[in-house]
């Protein structure tokens, strides 16, 4: 743990970080920004690659993140800055005065499920098809950990998982769950070789009630994006249709709150 | 049907319209803006009181709305005018070309209540508890009116039910499902009186899991403030606690998460 201090907003580190604050930055550099006392602790502590933490001068930095910092394996590189240099790595309007930057992680999802399966014999899985907004995803990915759920798998052309808003509306659970992006269409299809079921959330005229469908064993569930639903190419990998029926007048439920209620009743019924 | 035109945004019509954008210009006011084709034709159709309609002179007015307006049974000022006026009574990036202002309908809960529960013999309510989130309280009324819960009670000190963002999360079930306003704690008393039933979401020890929560008959469920939960004056309300599992590392679930899995296993529970 090493201590240093930056003055000024023009200042390399500074520049460089703040291009993380973008989708590109972020492909670019393979890393991603987390801010808040609470999420740079719950990144510290999650076992991910945290490699700068730069926090407000003026404040005494959080002492749960120093904890986690001084029981963090690896050096981190530790910055005390100006409130300027905070605001212009912060997305929100009242920076909170700590901010972490954090290399992305890349694990073989294949390999993965062959892993987890040889140790559990089934799996839970949530395929996420062109998820769009950022307060539901990270809200998904929120409830898919209180669910214990076992991975995410995000489809390509999703709103990116690294992406601030995503982070923070997961309250950390980005840290603690596995999540692939990938093509949602070539998973399905190695999934299904794998002898797993695809369940697709869906209003079809064939779908079963929630309540009513078969979670057990290897079983992927589905949720579509917000506006059209699951895709064409997705609707082809179906084992199943499965809906929630709208009682009331409401012609959908939020993406969110149907993965909740998904994925709840997945767990009840395989517990 | 009136057709008027609007030119300036220093006309008084639209400096008086503009104050809805504010919580206490719709409290001094009563009435509150609607933005949209959509919600606008939600507005219409569900016999809400419309007073005026807006739409950009530069775009034909959506069909549906047209057709809805001529359908309505209250003669409703409808006024062209350019996109600046549009501009000055919207609150989101891009204006939608089309906002109504509509009257705040204020029932009687106490009246409404011993009428529904003549009609239908149960009633299941939800009650909710200081909610601060827009988005989580429009969702809840959008999941509400989907799993047909009968009404919802929105205690003092939440976000206004008419503010913008909760108008349109709600995707116009705010127009379809019956929601009063008023203290929680008043409400709670009249309706044990009434022989009701309080459910309360909570993670206190003595709580069962929702799915082994009895929701029969006349069953009020009290969802609780994003951050602290259900205040103790509504503990104190309480018949049983029940709560939804962390199976996970998760110390909580989202707000409009939890209100929709609780109101699907009531509803599932209820058939």
Redesign the interface.
């Known amino acids: 743990m090493t201590n240093e201090i930056i003055t000024s907003v023009q200042n390399p580190l500074v520049k460089r970080l703040h291009q993380l604050l973008s989708r590109k930055g972020r492909e670019e550099q393979q890393r991603f920004l987390v801010e808040g006392a609470h999420l740079v602790e719950e990144a510290l502590k999650s076992g991910a690659e945290v490699v700068t933490v730069i926090y407000d001068q003026q404040r005494d930095m959080d002492p749960a993140c120093q904890r986690a910092l001084a029981n963090h394996p690896e050096a981190v590189q530790v910055i005390a800055a100006p409130e300027t240099v905070l605001a212009k790595l912060s997305e929100t309007k009242s920076p909170q005065g700590i901010v972490a930057e954090v290399k992305k992680t890349a694990a073989d999802w294949a390999k993965w499920v062959d892993q987890k399966r040889e140790e559990q014999g089934s799996l839970l899985l949530l395929f996420l098809d062109e998820i769009q907004d950022p307060?539901n995803l990270g809200?998904i990915l929120?409830?898919?950990?209180?669910?214990?759920?076992d991975g995410v798998v995000l489809g390509s052309g999703s709103v990116d998982i690294y992406n601030g808003k995503v982070v923070r509306?997961t309250?950390g659970?980005l840290f603690?769950?596995p999540v692939f992006t990938q093509s949602l269409v070539d998973t399905a299809d190695e999934w299904k070789a794998k002898g797993g079921r695809v369940l697709i959330s869906s209003l079809e005229q064939n779908s079963v009630s929630y309540?009513e469908a078969d979670y057990a064993g290897l079983t992927a569930l589905v949720i579509g994006n917000e506006g059209r639903g699951v895709s064409k190419e997705m609707f082809a990998k179906a084992d199943q249709f499965v809906h929630?029926p709208?009682?009331?007048?409401?012609?959908?439920?939020?993406a969110?709150?149907?993965?909740?209620?998904f994925v709840?009743e997945a767990?009840?019924k395989r517990r």
Chains 1, 2 share one sequence.
Do not use: F, K
């Not at 929120?142 to 759920?149: C, K, L, S, Y």
């Not at 969110?256 to 209620?261: D, P, Q």
């Open positions: 307060g809200t929120r409830t898919a950990e209180a669910a214990a759920i509306a309250m659970a603690r769950i309540d929630i709208l009682y009331g007048g409401a012609e959908s439920l939020n969110a709150v149907a993965a909740g209620i709840y767990q009840r």
